[in-house]
Each structure stands twice: as structure tokens, then as C-alpha cells.
């Protein structure tokens, strides 16, 4: 036998060595025949659709927690008074005013010189370098003034 093929595959059969070729179309046909129990649908089975009650009729509502009939207006108080109210949130941590003039360097500058490219706005040159000097003074301040200190080898920065 040549080193190109020509024989006989090893391993074992698969499914399309059992199928022809050109009967794809029933394979599948065989593999949706014998997949499994179909469930019989009765297009008679339908579900019929009350229509809805009129608020404040006093119609009975069931509560599935406590399994007993309430009125609609006992339903209402009730989930009025369990409603949740998160307490309010605590404000903003103010920023100190070094680092928010280092951050609007860093952010501020490049929003410039681009409002200023896409505008087709000309500014001086004194005025780009300007921009360019508070975005790399900003940038450095911020890296000076970062925590050197060790820290602890078992803390993964997770805060509950």
C-alpha cells in the first residue's frame, strides 16, 4: 500500500461510513426518526384567557406566600409596608485639589488637542506645549505620589 492512502481508514466506523454519500438528507431524516418519545400536542388544548379584573372592585387576590385569599386593598398595605427603602448613599469622597489638578492634566489635556483636531482648530505653540507639559506633570505627580510601601502578600485588594 503507498504512503498516499488508498486503503481503508482504522478506527472505529462512524456514522457516515454507514450512510451513503448521497442520502445526507436521510441521516438526518433517520436521526430525528429514532430520536425520542415525541409528546402528542392536541391543538384543541388552549389556554383560555381570563379577562382581567377591575382595580378596586374588591376582588379577591391570592397570595402565593401565605396561601390564603386577601383583598386587593390588604394586598396593597401590605406590600407597601414590606417594600424595601435603601438607606441613602454616602456622599463622594472629595478630591484633593492636587490631585484633581493632576487628573484634569491627564484627562483634560488630551480631550483638548482633540476637540481642537477634529474642530480644525489652530492653536499656538506656546499653548500645545502648554498642554503637553501639564499632561506629563500630571502624569508624573500621579506616579510620585502612588503607596511604595510593602504590601501585604495575602491581601487581594477585595473590599465587602
Known amino acids: 500500500m503507498a504512503a498516499g492512502g488508498g486503503g481503508r481508514r482504522r ?7 454507514c450512510v451513503e454519500r448521497d442520502s445526507e ?3 438526518w431524516r433517520s436521526i430525528v426518526e429514532h430520536y425520542g418519545e415525541r409528546v402528542p400536542i392536541d391543538p384543541d388544548d388552549r389556554w383560555e384567557a381570563e379577562p382581567p379584573a377591575e382595580p378596586g372592585a374588591g376582588a379577591a387576590a391570592w397570595d402565593d406566600e401565605v396561601g390564603d385569599v386577601r383583598s386587593d386593598e390588604a394586598g396593597a398595605r401590605e406590600a407597601a ?3 424595601f427603602v435603601p438607606p441613602p448613599p454616602p456622599p463622594l469622597p472629595r478630591v484633593a485639589p492636587d490631585r484633581l489638578l493632576a487628573w484634569s492634566g491627564v484627562f483634560g489635556t488630551p480631550l483638548v488637542l482633540l476637540t481642537a483636531v477634529i474642530l480644525g482648530v489652530h492653536l499656538p505653540a506656546w499653548l500645545g506645549y502648554l498642554l503637553v507639559a501639564g499632561f506629563v506633570g500630571g502624569f508624573g505627580y500621579l506616579v510620585t505620589r502612588m503607596p511604595r510601601g510593602p504590601r501585604d502578600p495575602m491581601d487581594d485588594g477585595a473590599r465587602l
Open 11 to 17: 478506527g472505529p466506523p462512524t456514522i457516515l461510513d
Open 25 to 27: 438528507d436521510d441521516a
Open 81 to 83: 409596608e414590606e417594600r
